[in-house]
C-alpha cells in the first residue's frame, strides 16, 4: 500500500521553544517544499543531509530563515520521502509554515499518522511503534530503558523467533494431513512437546513481566492504610517531601484518596495515601473508605500505618481487616510515632499475628532519619528486575492480553499433544498461537486496530 498524499505537522511539543520542526512525508515532499523553498535546489540534494535557507509564503514574502533536513525514501522514518523544517520556535512561525506548506499541495497530518507509514511501509512493526510513544512519556531511566530496546525491536525479535519455529511445526503437522491415507508422522511428537513446553515458558515470562513492566512504566501502586489519626498523611508529606496532604489530630482527616508519584532509588513509585479505615455514619467518610479497600486490593505494596499509642486488642482486632486483603502483596506494617510510646509490645504483637517474614519497621513519620531507613525497605520490597540494554519487559496491556491468550493455545496445543491426539488438532491450537503472537508485531492486523492505536498518539508522530 502507498500513501499518495504528502501530510505535514509540527513534531515538537506545542508552543514556543528555541526551535520548532515542521515534518513534510510523501511522495510529493520533495516537489511541495520546493515550491517554498529558497535555497540549494532540494531535487539534486543528497539524502541526510542538512541546509541552511529560507521560506516563503505562496507570494514570496520571507517566513523563517531555517534549517531544512532530507531523508529519501526509504531511508527515512516513515519510508518515505521525509524533510524536517527546523524553524524558529514563535508559535506564529510555525502555523505560518503549515499554511503556506498546505497551500503548496500538503495535507495536515492525523494522530500517529507519521509512525503509522512507517509501520505500513514496513520501517517498523506494530510493537515498535507502540514504544516510540512509550519513549516519548518515559519518565524514568528504567521506563526509558524498556522502552528504547522495544523500540529498536528486542521484543519483535523474541517473538520473530518463536513464531518462526512454531510454522516449521506447524507446517509439518499440517503436511501429515496430505498424507493422512498413510498413517504418517513427519513432525516428531516428542519434539513438538519439548518445543511447545519451552515456548510455553517463553510466552509466560513474557506475559509474566508485565507485571514489573507496569510498574516501571507507571510507577509501583504503594496504598498507606490504616486507623484514623494513624499519621499516614503525615508519612505521605514526609515521603513525598511536601504538604501534599491536610493532616490534624481530628480522626477522619482525610476522607478521598490522594495520589503523587516520587522516584526513590531510581524506581518510580506512585503513593496513594487513603482515608483512615473506622467504623462511620457519615455517608461520605464511608464512601471514602470504601476506596481506601479498593486502593489496598490494586496496591502491589501496601504500608500498614498503626498507631504505636493505640491499644493492643484494638490494632489485634484492626489487622482482621488488613491482613486477609495482602495475601498477593508486598506488606509493610509501619508502628508509627515511637516519639510517643515504646512500641516493642505492638513489635511483638504484630510478629505473632503477622505471616513470618513480614516487615515490620518502627518509625516516628516526624523523624527524616526514619523516613529515609522505611524508604529503603519499599524500595527493596518493590524489587523490580534490573533493567539494562537487552530486558524485554512487555509494559503495553494489548501485547499482555495478546500473551496470555497466546499462552492459553500454546498449553491447549500441549494437553492435546499429551492425550495423542491428531496432528490436524494440534495445530490449529498452535495456529491460533501464532495468531496471537502475530497481533502484537503486527503480522496480522485489522485497520480498526490500527486506527485505535494510533489515536492515542499526538499529531506529528
Ligand atoms: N508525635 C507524633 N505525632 C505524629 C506522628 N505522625 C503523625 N502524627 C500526628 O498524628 C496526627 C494524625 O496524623 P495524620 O497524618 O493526619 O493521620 P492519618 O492517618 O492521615 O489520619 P486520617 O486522615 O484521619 O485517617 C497529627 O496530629 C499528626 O501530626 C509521629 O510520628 N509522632
Ligand atoms: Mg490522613
Known amino acids: 500500500m502507498t500513501n499518495q498524499d504528502t501530510i505535514c505537522a509540527v513534531a515538537t511539543a506545542a508552543g514556543m521553544g528555541g526551535i520548532a520542526v515542521v515534518r ?13 523553498w529558497q535555497g540549494a535546489s532540494l531535487h539534486n540534494m543528497s539524502s541526510h543531509t542538512a541546509h541552511l535557507g529560507h521560506i516563503t509564503d505562496s507570494q514570496g514574502r520571507l517566513l523563517d530563515e ?5 531523508y529519501r525514501a526509504p531511508r527515512s522514518f516513515t519510508g518515505e520521502d521525509v524533510i524536517e523544517i527546523s524553524c524558529h520556535g514563535s508559535v506564529w512561525i510555525q502555523h505560518q509554515l503549515l499554511a503556506t506548506l498546505i497551500d503548496a499541495g500538503c495535507r495536515m497530518a492525523t494522530g500517529g499518522e507519521f509512525t503509522r507509514r512507517a509501520v505500513v511501509s514496513g ?4 510493537s515498535q511503534a507502540e514504544a516510540v510513544a512509550d519513549v516519548i512519556a ?4 528504567a521506563s526509558a530503558r524498556v522502552a528504547l530496546n522495544q523500540m ?16 516449521h511445526f506447524v507446517a509439518l503437522m499440517e503436511l501429515e494431513l496430505d498424507f493422512s491415507e498413510e498413517d504418517v508422522e513427519f513432525a516428531d511428537r516428542s519434539q513438538v512437546t519439548a518445543l511447545a513446553q519451552e515456548i510455553e515458558h517463553t510466552i509466560g515470562t513474557l506475559a509474566d513481566s508485565f507485571q514489573a513492566g507496569n510498574a516501571i512504566k507507571g510507577g509501583v501502586p504503594v496504598a498507606i492504610v490504616g486507623q484514623t489519626n494513624a499519621g499516614k498523611s503525615t508519612l505521605l508529606n514526609a515521603l513525598l517531601h511536601d504538604d501534599r496532604a491536610l493532616v490534624s489530630d481530628i480522626h477522619g482527616t482525610t476522607r478521598d484518596v490522594i495520589e503523587d508519584t516520587i522516584t526513590m532509588g531510581g524506581t518510580l513509585f506512585r503513593l496513594i495515601d487513603t482515608a483512615g479505615i473506622r467504623h462511620s455514619d457519615d455517608v461520605i467518610e464511608t464512601m471514602g473508605i470504601e476506596r481506601s479497600f479498593r486502593k489496598l486490593d490494586e496496591a502491589q505494596l501496601v504500608l500498614w500505618v498503626i498507631d504505636g499509642t493505640a491499644p493492643l486488642q484494638e490494632i489485634e482486632d ?10 498477593e502483596k508486598h506488606l509493610i506494617a509501619v508502628v508509627n510515632k515511637t516519639d510517643l ?14 505471616p513470618a517474614g513480614t516487615d515490620v519497621v518502627a518509625i516516628s513519620a516526624r523523624d527524616e532519619r526514619d523516613v529515609q531507613r522505611l524508604q529503603q525497605h519499599i524500595v527493596e520490597a518493590a524489587a523490580l528486575p534490573q533493567v539494562d540494554d537487552d530486558t524485554v519487559i512487555v509494559t503495553n496491556i494489548r501485547h499482555y492480553e495478546a500473551l496470555t491468550r497466546a499462552r492459553q493455545a500454546i498449553a491447549r496445543a500441549l494437553n492435546g499433544l499429551h492425550d495423542g491426539l491428531t496432528g ?8 491460533e498461537c501464532l495468531h496471537h503472537l502475530g497481533t502484537i508485531t503486527g503480522q496480522i492486523t485489522t485497520d480498526d486496530i490500527l486506527g485505535e492505536i494510533f489515536a492515542h498518539f499526538c499529531i506529528g508522530k
Open 66 to 70: 531555517v534549517v531544512l533536513t532530507l
Open 152 to 167: 529498536r525491536g528486542g521484543l519483535s525479535r523474541q517473538l520473530a523467533a518463536l513464531r518462526e519455529r512454531l510454522l
Open 341 to 354: 510510646a515504646d512500641v516493642r509490645p505492638i513489635e511483638a504483637l504484630l510478629s505473632r499475628l503477622l
Open 24 to 36: 513534510v512525508s510523501g511522495p510529493q515532499a520533495i516537489d511541495i517544499v520546493a515550491r517554498r
Open 138 to 141: 518515559a519518565q524514568s531511566q
Open 318 to 327: 484492626f489487622s482482621q481487616q488488613i491482613v486477609p486483603h495482602c495475601t
Open 123 to 126: 520501517r517498523m512493526d506494530l
Open 424 to 431: 490436524d488438532l494440534v495445530s490449529q491450537d498452535i495456529r
